[in-house]
């Protein structure tokens, strides 16, 4: 089992630039496939992209290809989301979560743990 924690979400000018990091606890974490997702208001959960439980991969959305960046670090159960060229409907809130690792964390249903998400509201 993983418990998971993002932080890193605010407010922030489009064209502009922040980092989400997700921490997660226990000696497994490096055993799981990692994804982001994110959900405005009124709408479903989306995926924004995944990395393998190594790091070797990783897969995007299309809105969001070329401008996000995820990588992680094992050895400190850190997963990270850089999103640069940051858009208005880019605002939602982001979570970060956990799956098996033989599986690419497309679909939440993919998931099998999630964190408590982190705001991220982009100004036009």
């Known amino acids: 089992q993983v418990q998971l924690v993002e932080s890193g979400g605010g407010l922030v000018q489009a064209g502009g630039s922040l980092s989400l990091s997700c921490a997660g606890t226990?000696?497994?974490?490096?055993?799981?496939?990692m994804g982001w997702f994110r959900q405005a208001p009124g709408t479903e959960r989306e995926f924004v992209g995944a990395i393998s439980w190594n790091g070797g991969r990783t897969y995007y959305a299309d809105s969001v290809k070329g401008r996000f960046t995820i990588s992680r670090d094992n050895a400190k159960n850190t997963v990270y989301l850089q999103m640069n060229s940051l858009k208005p409907e880019d605002t939602a809130v982001y979570y970060c979560?956990?799956?098996?690792?033989?599986?690419?964390?497309?679909?939440?249903?993919?998931?099998?743990?999630w964190g408590q998400g982190t705001q991220v509201t982009v100004s036009s």
């Open positions: 226990g000696r497994t974490f490096s055993s799981y496939g």
């Open positions: 979560a956990a799956g098996p690792a033989a599986a690419v964390l497309y679909s939440p249903g993919d998931c099998s743990y």
